[in-house]
């Protein structure tokens, strides 16, 4: 199985930066693409950033995080990161890790961003 462990999460005044980390251990095979998605209370879970493992390392983002966030992914440590500048409110939500490879889909266990004042 794999495992997804997410960390970087917390409270933030708008405005601020946080930086979002994921590791991806046990049986990780080939891996297609890694990203982060978030779930606000109350709302569907929706794509957030996405990074292609092969390839050109294609990167994805949603467009209310153009330009905001960053996505990047360490194909030796099997890791991504998410860093995130110029939090808003609404960027409020549980951001899940996700693994896309050989072996289907994988969730991490979500980590809370909050950006309050």
């Known amino acids: 199985q794999v495992q997804l462990v997410e960390s970087g999460g917390g409270l933030v005044q708008p405005g601020g930066s946080l930086r979002l980390s994921c590791a991806a251990s046990?049986?990780?095979?080939?891996?297609?693409?890694m990203g982060w998605y978030r779930q606000a209370p109350g709302k569907e879970r929706e794509f957030v950033a996405g990074?292609?493992?092969?390839?050109?390392?294609?990167?994805n983002y949603a467009d209310a995080v153009k330009g905001r966030f960053t996505i990047s992914g360490d194909n030796a440590k099997n890791t991504v990161d998410l860093q995130m500048n110029d939090l808003k409110s609404e960027d409020t939500a549980v951001y899940y890790c996700?693994?896309?490879?050989?072996?289907?889909?994988?969730w991490g266990q979500g980590t809370q961003v909050t950006v309050s004042s």
């Open positions: 990074v292609a493992w092969i390839g050109s390392r294609t990167t």
């Open positions: 996700n693994l896309y490879g050989i072996g289907g889909t994988n």
């Open positions: 046990g049986r990780v095979s080939s891996i297609y693409t």
